[in-house]
């Protein structure tokens, strides 16, 4: 499976979206929606990481779906970032496509662990 590459491209992310806060802070005094992104652009590999002792398919399944949510959110924020001119055209590219690549690997990962557990309960077992 891909988590080790989704669980290091959100780590990378992660620390992308800490160098941006620290640039949103002190070179353009912005510190609202910088403390936003930086929550959920760190929240996605945090996430990932707890799913390691997940106690079930269930529940790992569970904390893959709050990461992708996360790359969602932290999206907007990006849009917001952009569109107020806080960061440049090529500033946003690159993060937006990033948090975008990841999020395409956990929608994947999400729908065939989905299909995995209703495979399951149609037999009538359990994780």
Same mark, same amino acid.
Request: overall charge neutral; some cysteine; glycine content about 2%.
């Given at each position: 499976?891909?988590?080790?590459?989704?669980r290091?491209?959100?780590?990378k992310?992660?620390?992308?979206?800490?160098?941006?806060?620290?640039?949103?802070?002190?070179?353009k005094?912005?510190?609202v &929606?910088?403390?936003?992104?930086?929550?959920s652009?760190?929240?996605?590999?945090?996430?990932?990481?707890?799913?390691?002792?997940?106690?079930?398919?269930?529940?790992? #399944?569970?904390?893959?779906?709050?990461?992708?949510?996360?790359?969602?959110?932290?999206?907007?924020?990006?849009? &917001?970032?952009?569109?107020?001119?806080?960061?440049?055209k090529?500033?946003?590219?690159?993060?937006?496509?990033?948090?975008?690549?990841i999020?395409?690997? #956990?929608?994947?990962?999400?729908?065939?662990?989905?299909?995995?557990?209703?495979?399951?309960?149609?037999?009538?077992?359990?994780?």
């Open positions: 499976m891909r988590e080790h590459t989704v290091e491209k959100s780590k992310f992660a620390v992308r979206i800490i160098h941006l806060y620290n640039y949103l802070c002190n070179k005094n912005e510190y &929606l910088s403390k936003q992104v930086l929550r652009g760190t929240s996605i590999g945090a996430n990932l990481a707890e799913s390691d002792f997940a106690i079930s398919k269930r529940d790992f #399944l569970s904390k893959l779906y709050i990461a992708l949510k996360e790359t969602s959110e932290t999206m907007y924020w990006l849009e &917001l970032l952009y569109e107020t001119d806080y960061i440049t090529s500033e946003y590219d690159s993060l937006y496509s990033d948090c975008y690549e999020k395409c690997m #956990l929608q994947s990962s999400t729908k065939t662990i989905q299909f995995s557990l209703n495979k399951k309960a149609e037999k009538g077992t359990t994780d």
